[in-house]
């Protein structure tokens, strides 16, 4: 799973990266907002990201913000990393899209319970993200028939949305996963027997 | 650039203490008992602290509140990962008077923060030196 850490101070940078590295994780490291808008900008973006609140360019709310405005199928899960836990902070953080937000400097087997719920979040995301797709597919290939159909009283021939007239088996097996297999009914037999006689030299 | 005013103790001294520091159990917990990380981490913030400390100096010179506040902040987050509440303590006291502009207080709380900073500087020097010796 890949992570990117955001963070200007180098000492923090260093250990967060060691730390998420040995337990797995591919890590990438930017020391400034624009770096991690600019991670978002590829096809394998981060799934999970460490953000500190105050970095050089902009502020870690203005980081979520633009990376939740970029919008994925499957989004990345923000952990905000800050110095300052007041009741505010937390609020703010949140409502700018962070997921969660933990004080620094944070414990490390904290940081690693949190990192294994975000990836479950992640792994659920993606599975919903794929069932959806299937169903959308299977919704797609699965042609009912619905509605008010215009038949004609003496032929049976139906009439489609452009008003074109089909005969009904072509319009049935277009629009509805049937085929036909042609026979002949009770009642038709006799009388196309004796049309049949009738023609016969 | 100005030169710093902090004291740094030279090699041979931080060296001959250094038999004397163990390497605190709750840095070695912080990295996961891995020694050659914690070198690193602690490598990079003796390379950047005295440069931040000389930055809040010239802020406060200055008077520019919010680049101090920034500073200030800055230096909170980076030594807290060394549990020194002395550091960290004044540090973020100096970030509140920032926040509220107050100069005076920030020069008073600065004026206790650097002695600590240095004694935090000497520690994981020492540190560093004992990490060394021992592999």
Same mark, same amino acid.
């Given at each position: 799973m890949r992570i990117l850490i955001v963070e200007d101070d180098r000492a923090t940078a260093r250990l967060l990266s060691g730390l998420v590295a040995s337990w797995g994780y591919e890590v990438s490291v930017v020391e400034d907002g624009k770096g991690a808008i600019e991670a978002f900008a590829g096809a394998l973006s981060p799934q999970l990201v460490l953000l500190d609140w105050m970095l050089p360019d902009m502020d870690g709310l203005d980081v979520c913000r633009n990376i939740r405005a970029i919008g994925r199928d499957t989004p990345a899960h923000i952990i905000l990393l800050t110095s300052r836990g007041t009741r505010i902070d937390v609020v703010a953080g949140l409502d700018a899209g962070a997921d969660e937000y933990l004080v620094k400097p944070v414990d490390r087997d904290e940081l690693r319970a949190r990192l294994r719920a975000g990836e479950r979040l992640i792994d659920l995301q993606q599975r919903l993200a794929d069932r959806v797709l299937e169903l959308e597919s299977a919704l797609a290939s699965n042609r009912k028939l619905s509605g008010l159909l215009p038949i004609c009283a003496y032929c049976h021939s139906i009439r489609d949305d452009s008003q074109y007239w089909h005969r009904v088996e072509e319009y049935v097996s277009e629009h509805a996963d049937v085929t036909f297999s042609h026979g002949i009914c009770p009642t038709c037999l006799p009388r196309v027997a004796r049309e049949m006689a009738a023609e016969s030299p | 650039m100005k030169p710093h005013h902090l004291t740094v103790v030279p090699r041979g001294e931080a060296s001959e203490s250094a038999e004397a520091v163990t390497v605190s159990s709750a840095l070695l917990e912080?990295?996961?008992? $891995?020694? %050659?990380? %914690? $070198? =690193?981490? #602690? @490598? +990079?913030? %003796?390379?950047?602290?005295?440069?931040?400390?000389?930055? #809040? /100096?010239?802020?406060?010179?200055?008077?520019?509140?919010?680049?101090?506040? /920034? &500073? &200030?902040? !800055? +230096?909170?987050? !980076?030594? @807290?990962?060394?549990?020194?509440?002395?550091?960290? @303590? +004044?540090?973020?006291? +100096? =970030?509140?008077?920032?926040?509220? /502009? $107050? %100069?005076?207080? !920030?020069?008073?709380v600065f004026a206790a923060l650097e002695p600590e900073v240095t004694r935090l500087l000497v520690r994981l020097t020492a540190t560093v030196s004992t990490l060394r010796c021992a592999s």
């Amino acid at each position: 799973m890949r992570i990117l850490i955001v963070e200007d101070d180098r000492a923090t940078a260093r250990l967060l990266s060691g730390l998420v590295a040995s337990w797995g994780y591919e890590v990438s490291v930017v020391e400034d907002g624009k770096g991690a808008i600019e991670a978002f900008a590829g096809a394998l973006s981060p799934q999970l990201v460490l953000l500190d609140w105050m970095l050089p360019d902009m502020d870690g709310l203005d980081v979520c913000r633009n990376i939740r405005a970029i919008g994925r199928d499957t989004p990345a899960h923000i952990i905000l990393l800050t110095s300052r836990g007041t009741r505010i902070d937390v609020v703010a953080g949140l409502d700018a899209g962070a997921d969660e937000y933990l004080v620094k400097p944070v414990d490390r087997d904290e940081l690693r319970a949190r990192l294994r719920a975000g990836e479950r979040l992640i792994d659920l995301q993606q599975r919903l993200a794929d069932r959806v797709l299937e169903l959308e597919s299977a919704l797609a290939s699965n042609r009912k028939l619905s509605g008010l159909l215009p038949i004609c009283a003496y032929c049976h021939s139906i009439r489609d949305d452009s008003q074109y007239w089909h005969r009904v088996e072509e319009y049935v097996s277009e629009h509805a996963d049937v085929t036909f297999s042609h026979g002949i009914c009770p009642t038709c037999l006799p009388r196309v027997a004796r049309e049949m006689a009738a023609e016969s030299p | 650039m100005k030169p710093h005013h902090l004291t740094v103790v030279p090699r041979g001294e931080a060296s001959e203490s250094a038999e004397a520091v163990t390497v605190s159990s709750a840095l070695l917990e912080r990295v996961g008992g $891995d020694r %050659l990380l %914690l $070198d =690193e981490v #602690i @490598g +990079l913030f %003796l390379e950047d602290c005295p440069a931040l400390v000389e930055t #809040i /100096r010239q802020e406060l010179a200055n008077g520019d509140c919010e680049a101090l506040e /920034r &500073a &200030a902040h !800055s +230096l909170t987050g !980076s030594a @807290g990962n060394f549990d020194t509440t002395e550091v960290t @303590g +004044l540090a973020k006291q +100096l =970030e509140v008077h920032a926040r509220g /502009r $107050d %100069l005076p207080a !920030s020069r008073e709380v600065f004026a206790a923060l650097e002695p600590e900073v240095t004694r935090l500087l000497v520690r994981l020097t020492a540190t560093v030196s004992t990490l060394r010796c021992a592999s």
